[in-house]
């Protein structure tokens, strides 16, 4: 195996194991151990478990922010925008259930290197913008938009980590809730919700 080949071997080993044990429960030895190699080979290549996880979570984030940005960056009507948000992020949930995993635990090296909470907060930022130009042509005011950001992303974040384990309903009609009740809010939520781009 090339040093490169081994590199990827003991991110994808030691992916694995973040997301069933968590940090603090995955040791130096494991890693080894699962990729069949000395515990030196782990600390050539990333110093310690430390180094490694920072790598793990780093292409996390990188690989979820670009499929987020993706599909806030086409445009579109508001309500379309925030399907296409939840939509991104539960099937991120679905297909790559061990980064999730990694992302929205707890770890001081996570804290470090970047957190499921900072990076929900990137896109906030995004959110605010298209919600401040949506504010100033309803007349409403648009200072309050990064608040009604966070509470957006927020809401598709939180119940992603909920359905996550739940895996029920199917995540389209997730997404028709989470939209239902961002779009129309308590007081307007449709009896039987659906999104305007299903079939």
Known sequence: MTGVERREQLIDVSRVL??????????????ASRAKV????VYEHFG??????AVVVDREIQHLTSELTAALDVGGHPKVLVERMALTLLSYIENSTDGF???V???PVAQATGTFSSLIGDVATQVEHMLG???????????SAPIYA??????????GQYWL?????????VAAHLVNLAWNGLSGLERRPRLASAP
């Open 105 to 107: 635990r707890d770890s």
């Open 133 to 143: 130009d949506q504010f100033k042509k309803q007349g409403l005011d648009p200072k």
């Open 150 to 159: 966070q509470m957006l992303v927020g809401m598709v974040a939180l119940t």
């Open 18 to 31: 973040f997301a069933e044990k968590g940090f603090d429960g995955t040791s130096v030895e494991e890693i």
């Open 48 to 53: 310690g478990k430390e180094g490694i996880y």
């Open 38 to 41: 000395s515990k030196p080979v």
């Open 165 to 173: 384990d739940a895996r029920s309903p199917g995540k389209a009609e």
């Open 101 to 103: 995993q990694i992302l």
